[in-house]
């Protein structure tokens, strides 16, 4: 049976108790508090507390005052430590698609919805096999569609595929040739999908107002691009995603465009709360290997934005004080 441990799944035998989760977890003996299903629960019961299927725990213990030891990353009120999303796309094949994402540490994956081949072999792997819901947040698209009407359908079938999931990424496209968002179009699929109860993380263009607007209709994360998709070349313009993210309430993520971890680290340091990317890592010679660049790339960057850079000056300012010098 599954379990949630703080937002995160785990996966328990049947009529395990508190303590063997605990026990699992290392935290025997530890000084914790557990919160089961939002009731206090006793330390003396967690022998005799049984779990059950879908049980929601938090497990909290006392750190130091002021200090920044979880910067948690929240979408639709979970929270992940990963800062990294990854798509599916484009990998040779389904293990070097499910190896690359594990290097990644990605927690959200974002799969695009297709029809099924009725002719496929019954055999054939399946892309949710490799990248289970248990384990992963998955995050259906609209990537394709070039209409509100494509993109609200696909919506609602990738709702029903998953069993009733609201999180969804909206895009919808205006042409083939750049893959520009249509943002008319992603207004009213946006206005629609909000309506309907879904949770939509929004494809837009590096347009402060267009964010703006996404925010003010409901989407829960805006996520401007940085380059046309795929393409690779970066942050074209940076201070118009900061000027994205100095004015959202909602979590901004770079979506589009990274080619590399240093594009990463840049759109983290901006003050991004996230990065979504595919063609970087599936493209690169070793998808694997750049996976964990561009892992390590979020975590640099976003380090750096929490400890602030030092200002830029024009002229040299010597590191070592000239008084003492013996010349």
């Excluded at 785990?10 to 000084?31: F, Q, Y």
């Excluded at 009407?149 to 895009?171: D, F, N, P, Q, S």
């Excluded at 879904?198 to 703006?212: E, G, L, R, S």
């Excluded at 890592?281 to 030092?310: V, Y």
């Amino acid at each position: 049976m599954m379990v949630y441990v703080n937002g995160e799944a785990h996966e328990l035998a049947d009529n395990s108790k508190v303590a063997d989760l605990i026990a699992a977890l290392n935290l025997t003996g530890k000084r914790i508090a557990v919160e089961l299903n939002k009731e206090i629960l006793p330390y003396g019961d967690y022998a005799s507390q049984s779990l059950q299927a879908d049980d929601r725990l938090e497990i909290v213990h006392a750190i130091g005052g002021g200090q920044n030891q979880s910067d948690a990353f929240v979408i639709a009120g979970v929270s992940y430590h990963s800062r990294l999303l990854v798509g599916t796309g484009k990998y040779k094949d389904l293990t070097e698609t499910r190896l690359a994402i594990e290097a990644s540490g990605a927690e959200i994956v974002t799969v695009a919805i297709r029809r099924t081949n009725i002719g496929q072999n019954p055999g054939e792997p399946n892309l949710l096999d490799v990248i289970s819901p248990d384990k992963y947040t998955i995050l259906p698209n609209t990537a394709g569609c070039y209409s509100a009407e494509e993109a609200v359908r696909t919506c609602r079938l990738g709702r029903e595929l998953l069993g009733g999931h609201k999180l969804v990424k909206l895009e919808v496209l205006a042409d083939q040739q750049t893959l520009f968002p249509n943002v008319a179009e992603t207004y009213i699929a946006a206005e629609l999908l909000v309506k309907e109860g879904f949770d939509v993380m929004v494809y837009t263009n590096d347009d402060p107002i267009a964010a703006k607007r996404l925010e003010e209709i409901g989407c829960i994360a805006v996520m401007p691009l940085a380059a046309p998709i795929g393409s690779g070349l970066g942050i074209r313009n940076p201070y118009n995603i900061l000027t994205i993210v100095e004015n959202a309430k909602v979590p901004i993520l770079v979506d589009a465009g990274v080619g590399t971890a240093s594009d990463a680290a840049i759109a983290m340091e901006l003050g991004c709360d996230g990065v979504l990317m595919n063609t970087a890592i599936a493209a690169a010679n070793n998808p694997i290997l750049m996976a964990s660049a561009m892992r390590k790339g979020i975590e640099a960057g976003r380090e750096a934005f929490l400890a602030g850079r030092m200002p830029r000056k024009r002229f040299a300012s010597a590191s070592s004080p000239i008084d003492g010098l013996f010349f």
